[in-house]
T-cell receptor
Framework: KQEVTQIPAALSVPEGENLVLNCSFT??????LQWFRQDPGKGLTSLLL?????REQTSGRLNASLDKSSGRSTLYIAASQPGDSATYLC??????????FGSGTRLLVRP | DGGITQSPKYLFRKEGQNVTLSCEQN?????MYWYRQDPGQGLRLIYY???????QKGDIAEGYSVSREKKESFPLTVTSAQKNPTAFYLC???????????????FGSGTQLSVL
């Protein structure tokens, strides 16, 4: 059974710092991996989607990498801002096209 | 604007009562999903539907029911059999099957269900 783990569970950094969020999964048979952002009491917004054949995707200050063989992904946020404060979740799409989610990393960027 | 609309935003359930959460999308997506989120936890799949008039149980379907009579709508009923219904419920949509592998999942803004 696919399991997705995110470390750390919470992170607090000063504004301007570069940071890395980690995601690991147990079964490498995935179609894709997505990173989502969730603000308190809100739905999820998809940030980046990496297909299983890709190694990384970039959008603005965000860069996500995927190492399928080792079951790992990282989300790199450059020059963090207070507006980046949110919970970040990763999810993998399994062989039956279902998304399996991690429990998220709560990020606080201090001004 | 295309998107997913969930209603109501807040819902209260009395003991022994069934309640229905609404999810409507105008993205022309065939696949729709219901997830449950408990505080500090990830999302768990309740039910999903790849096409009209068809749906499958997810990982935590007990105490829930769904219908998919129209492409745009995928309502979720929380029945009295669900003994711990307090949670944040999220609806999502995507193209079906293989098409979903290339597309981001779109989410509604969620419904917070609480027990009175």
């Amino acid at each position: 059974k696919q399991e997705v783990t995110q470390i750390p569970a919470a992170l607090s950094v000063p504004e301007g710092e570069n940071l890395v969020l980690n995601c690991s999964f147990t079964d490498s048979a995935i179609y894709n991996l997505q990173w989502f952002r969730q603000d308190p009491g809100k739905g999820l917004t998809s940030l980046l989607l990496i297909q299983s054949s890709q190694r990384e995707q970039t959008s603005g200050r965000l860069n996500a990498s995927l190492d399928k063989s080792s079951g790992r992904s990282t989300l790199y946020i450059a020059a963090s801002q207070p507006g980046d404060s949110a919970t970040y979740l990763c999810a993998v799409m399994d062989s039956s096209y279902k998304l399996i989610f991690g429990s998220g990393t709560r990020l606080l960027v201090r001004p | 604007d295309g998107g997913i609309t969930q209603s109501p935003k807040y819902l209260f359930r009395k003991e022994g009562q069934n309640v229905t959460l609404s999810c409507e999308q105008n993205l022309n997506h065939d696949a729709m999903y219901w997830y449950r989120q408990d505080p500090g936890q990830g999302l768990r799949l309740i039910y999903y539907s790849q096409i009209v008039n068809d749906f499958q149980k997810g990982d935590i379907a007990e105490g829930y029911s769904v219908s998919r009579e129209k492409k745009e709508s995928f309502p979720l009923t929380v029945t009295s059999a669900q003994k711990n219904p307090t949670a944040f419920y999220l609806c999502a949509s995507s193209p079906p099957g293989q098409g979903a592998t290339n597309e981001k999942l779109f989410f509604g803004s969620g419904t917070q269900l609480s027990v009175l």
